[in-house]
């Protein structure tokens, strides 16, 4: 086991949040070295190639904020940007800021152990690093969750997960497709496979509410009218609940006649997108509100679908409107019209099991196959992290310490793991948010404290108690909207059999959670235990 060099800080992840947490420490003169998985820059947009991958937030948002340079030269091309866009500009800030001589590519981490000094880190080719402060940068949405169905290893055609895509492509022209799940890269891929495939079944658990995209070229007079404005949209960003440049409409529905609430939602699916959710007040707080909403979205399916015992199947009854991660799409149900596209509910009649020809359902039907695609999600949020194998105080492995549910203090840190930092972990905002604000915030936050600690030789690690208020605010926070009605949702961890059903991510807003998050760098961080070094055995 060789060891190689020994900085002051390690990043795992080198997509949006670790190139920014290199570039900041080095901003600040600390020692940094980044490890990765691919052999490129990008994180999630290096993994999720399949058909159909596109950002939901738009383009002149969904990008960094610390560089009014960088705002100024970088042009989209879309007002939704595409997954090769995205990764085309994460590799140009890598160039622009020369971040990658900071970063050992295809090097994946097996292990991290905090050995009462360092942190000790162990990859797949033998290498082992050491450092004093751990941040993972390793994303939200990064660990794919496979669907443990019988038969999957007997199956003689080929078969994917949308977020381990062959970067080669995937060639499915005159094809018979089997997609399974109808989340958002479902309905991002499915409208592209079918316009390709000889047949398309779509194999749906959970019917889903999406809102269209309409994605368009964005011209030039939008690009310039963005870049001389972005003061103030960062300034709208930085004060929104979900780190968008827009606020929440203060209309309440309630007290609008039908025909004008009618109108008010006519403009907002025309406008399309997540500001969907924006247009009235008190979406996921008011069950009667989320209602009028919900009853607007069935609506367009049953119009959109022209079989209509498909628009019942697509028609979602089971969870509350943007209670799931709300999906946009480019369209999805009109994909249904199609006479190569079939429609199957497993709900209704269960997968049982993948045979050599394709897959069986329970009821005995039987649907041959040469292509099987899993749009079946994540192991969200603190998947990624227990897949690094990492261990705290006395050897704790974070699965034991994690045996009931991912718990942090402020989605930063863990308690029992010191010097370990989370950027966008659980009990944070982000995939409530405009990932990017999120990021950044975190990383900014971190950084900081890991100059503190510096300057002052000291270790930190947050306190059990603060950790135990913290996850009873973020159960309060997703209490007081209807994100827990979704029973299914990944937010809860319900994708995942045996995964413990705890709310993982912050419902407060990220305005709210940002100013606590001052509140506590300006108090001295009071909920973490600080430690000069000399009292570390």
Request: proline share 6%; aromatic share 10%; charged share 25%.
């Amino acid at each position: 086991m060789s060891v190689r060099n020994d900085p002051d800080v390690v990043v795992i992840g080198a997509g949006f949040a670790g190139l920014y947490m290199i570039h900041r420490l080095r901003e600040l003169g600390i020692s940094v070295h980044g490890l990765e998985a691919a052999d490129g820059v990008g994180g999630t947009w290096y993994w999720n190639r399949y058909p159909g991958a596109r950002c939901d937030s738009e383009s002149y948002y969904y990008c960094y904020a610390f560089s009014r340079e960088l705002e100024q030269e970088w042009d989209w091309s879309e007002r939704y940007p595409g997954q090769a866009e995205i990764l085309s500009y994460l590799e140009h800030v890598a160039d622009r800021f020369d971040l990658r001589r900071s970063v050992s590519f295809s090097t994946t981490v097996v292990s991290a152990a905090h050995d009462g000094d360092r942190w000790v880190i162990d990859t797949e080719g033998g290498a082992r690093w050491t450092c004093r402060w751990l941040v993972t940068a390793v994303g939200c949405l990064s660990s794919a969750n496979v669907p443990d169905i019988p038969g999957l290893e007997s199956f003689a055609g080929e078969w994917h997960h949308t977020g381990q895509w062959p970067h080669e492509g995937v060639d499915v022209t005159g094809r018979r497709v089997g997609v399974v799940g109808t989340g958002s890269t479902g309905i991002q891929a499915i409208p592209v496979l079918a316009a390709s495939a000889g047949e398309l079944t779509v194999f749906q658990r959970t019917a889903n509410f999406s809102i269209p995209a309409r994605n368009a070229p964005l011209s030039d007079d939008e690009a310039a009218g963005y870049k001389a404005d972005y003061a103030a949209i960062r300034a709208v960003q930085q004060a929104s609940t979900n780190g968008h440049p827009f606020v929440v409409s203060d209309v309440d529905t309630l007290a609008l006649s039908d025909d004008e609430r009618r109108e008010l939602f006519e403009r907002a699916w025309e406008r399309g997108g997540l500001r969907f959710r924006a247009a009235v007040r008190d979406v996921l707080a008011d069950p009667a509100v989320n209602e009028k909403a919900s009853d607007f979205l069935r609506s367009k399916i049953r119009s959109t679908v022209e079989d209509p015992d498909v628009a019942e199947t697509l028609t979602p009854r089971d969870h509350p409107f943007a209670t799931k991660r709300p999906p946009i799409d480019t369209d999805y149900f009109e994909t249904y019209n199609r006479e190569n596209v079939t429609l199957v509910d497993v709900r209704a009649d269960p997968i049982a099991e993948i045979t050599p020809d394709g897959v069986r359902l329970a009821s005995g039907a039987e649907h041959p196959l040469d292509v099987l695609v899993f749009a079946t999600g994540f192991d969200a949020l603190s998947g990624p992290l227990l897949r690094l194998g990492l261990r705290g105080t006395g050897g704790v492995a974070l699965a034991d310490a994690w045996a009931e549910g991912a718990a942090t203090y402020l989605g930063l840190g863990v308690a029992g793991f010191p010097n370990l930092f989370t950027i966008t972990g659980p009990g944070s905002p982000s995939v409530l948010t405009n990932m990017p604000t999120s990021i950044e915030q975190h990383v900014d936050w971190i950084a900081d404290l890991v100059a503190h600690l510096r300057a002052h030789d000291l270790d930190a690690e947050p306190t059990p108690e603060a950790q135990a208020r913290w996850a009873d605010h973020v159960r309060e926070a997703a209490d007081a909207t209807l994100l827990p009605q979704a029973a299914s949702s990944w937010y809860l961890g319900a994708n995942v059999p045996g995964k413990p059903r705890v709310f993982l991510p912050y419902a407060g807003g990220f305005a709210r959670y940002r100013e606590m998050c001052d509140a506590e760098a300006a108090a001295g961080y009071p909920g973490f235990a600080l430690r000069a070094r000399r009292e570390v055995a």
